[in-house]
């Protein structure tokens, strides 16, 4: 026995075959992932400059339909001070005022109905208790288990 240095231990057989193999399909593996995770940021870049092209060019519009939006809330918040003020030339200010709220609320809430009865029906909900439903992992038989 030479002692020229520390003696390295033997590989197992099947382990010297399949080892280049391993390592070359780790390396097929990576390449693969790499080229997935390029085509996915691919498409996640040209969706984002598509939504930011698409965004430029409604942004004017968006703009113009929110100003309309904040004029006719202003608008319709003056016919009614102007409800107000002509009901109140009939009968005392705060019953004008009364009775101007009154009616809007009674208008909001016949409007809420009308666009609760719009909604699509949905599924049915059930309502069941807790004690009475078992888990799908309950069922199973744990391994450890005696």
């Known amino acids: 026995m030479s002692s020229t240095g520390p003696e390295r231990p033997r590989k197992p057989f099947f382990e010297r075959f ?60 003056l016919f009614i001070t102007a409800a107000v003020v002509g009901l109140a030339h009939a009968v005392e200010l705060w019953l004008a005022a009364l009775l101007v709220g009154a009616a809007l609320i009674i208008v909001a809430g016949g409007l809420a109905a009308w666009a609760r009865s719009r909604l699509p029906k949905g599924p049915a909900v059930s309502v069941t208790r807790a004690h009475e439903v078992s888990h799908p992992a309950e069922e199973q038989v744990h391994p450890w288990s005696d």
């Open 18 to 77: 399949t080892e280049p193999f391993a390592d070359i399909a780790r390396e097929k593996i990576g390449q693969a992932e790499d080229r997935v995770r390029e085509a996915i940021q691919a498409e996640i870049d040209a969706v984002s400059a598509s939504v930011r092209a698409r965004a430029v060019q409604v942004r004017p519009s968006a703009i113009g339909f929110g100003a309309a939006a904040l004029l006719t809330f202003f608008g319709l918040a």
